[in-house]
């Protein structure tokens, strides 16, 4: 039961050469969703071993071109690659309007369905959900409408123990029955309870991804308590003045949310390409909020059932 998160760009407006624009892929119980697309996000899919045909829904933060530039040839890609299976993107307004704008110059009839799902980008509300994940929007403050996503994984279903199975011999539709919540009948006679018969393999994850913003404060009361906060810090503080200016946040202002919001984990990225080194940016994070990490091009963070995190890189 996989959760993971890869990194495909880390940088902001400007890529380097060891910097991709923003592009995050959620990997929830193998189903694969893509958070933002900037430029070259499907040559980072490619290098990092991530099949396009497994996308299986994408969110768009906000449309400005580090942030999307990369769908117009990923879409292509996936219809020469033989995708059929349809295709959700959800997106502020007027992701629509933009991307019909482009087929409708380029001639381009995608043979497999998309549906786009255009949302209110100044309202926090359930945007996409399935059997194991739901998605909630999250309101940012920036120069263009913009929201993250807080990802949810349902919780998982109920287990009974092995040895209540073997001790009463416990037959498959009592098992069935114990595992919907609902008592059972012993041969006996006797109850058995799902309360004591069951119980929850693991607590559920969740990851919020928050994009392009200047601090806000409100954002804390959305991701209270998740376990993995993705929060940009295009700057480091003493160029807060150009943070301010630009809608975007500092790695201290990144922390400090992080601190109030009472997450378990922080994560770092969308650097401004005027900074050849990231490391001040982590130990100015670190300084207020200890269990940071810092993004970048290719890292693997997994959650494990535990809830502690690993972290790796292709
Ligand atoms: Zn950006
Ligand atoms: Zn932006």
């Known amino acids: 039961m996989t959760f993971q998160v890869t990194i495909l760009g880390c940088s902001s407006a ?10 995050h892929v959620l990997n929830v119980h193998e189903q694969f969703f893509l958070i933002d697309c900037g430029e070259g996000t499907q040559y980072q899919m490619a290098r990092y071993g991530i099949n396009p045909l497994k996308i299986n829904a994408i969110f768009i933060t906000h449309l400005h071109g580090d942030h999307v530039y990369g769908i117009f040839g990923l879409l292509s890609t996936m219809a020469m690659m033989g995708r059929q299976r349809a ?36 309202l926090s509300a359930e945007v996409w959900s399935n059997r194991t994940m739901t998605v909630t929007s999250v309101p940012l403050r920036h120069r263009v409408p913009c929201c993250g996503y807080l990802f ?27 595992k919907r919540g609902e008592d059972a009948v012993l041969a006996n006679g006797m109850p058995l309870t799902a309360a004591e ?20 404060g409100k954002v804390a009361s959305i991701v209270r ?39 378990h984990h922080l994560l770092l990225g969308h650097y ?19 269990d940071t990490v810092l993004g970048r091009d290719g890292l693997v963070l997994t959650l494990e059932k535990d809830h502690s995190l690993k972290i790796g890189s292709i």
Do not use: W
């Not at 502020?92 to 786009?116: D, K, N, T």
């Not at 416990?170 to 098992?175: F, G, K, Y």
């Open 197 to 216: 018969a069951t119980y929850r393999p693991y607590e559920a994850r969740s990851y919020a991804f928050c994009s392009d913003t200047t601090a806000s």
């Open 272 to 290: 401004s390409a005027r900074y050849k080194e990231l490391e001040p940016l982590l130990t100015e994070a670190q300084g207020e909020f200890p």
């Open 225 to 263: 308590g998740v376990d993995l906060l993705y929060h940009e810090a295009t700057y480091l503080h003493a160029d807060r003045a150009l943070a301010e200016k630009t809608g975007h946040s500092t790695a201290l202002q990144a922390a400090r949310l992080a601190k109030k919001a009472g997450v």
């Open 14 to 23: 400007r890529p380097t050469p060891s910097r991709h624009h923003t592009a």
């Open 152 to 178: 949810r994984e349902r919780e998982p279903g109920l287990n009974v123990y092995r040895h209540l199975v073997e001790g009463y011999g416990l037959d498959p539709l009592q098992v069935a029955a114990l």
């Open 87 to 122: 295709l959700t993107i959800v997106a502020p307004r007027p992701f629509a309007l933009m991307l019909e704008g482009h087929f409708s110059f380029f001639g381009i009839e995608l043979p497999y369905p998309l549906e786009i799902r255009e949302i209110d980008a100044r």
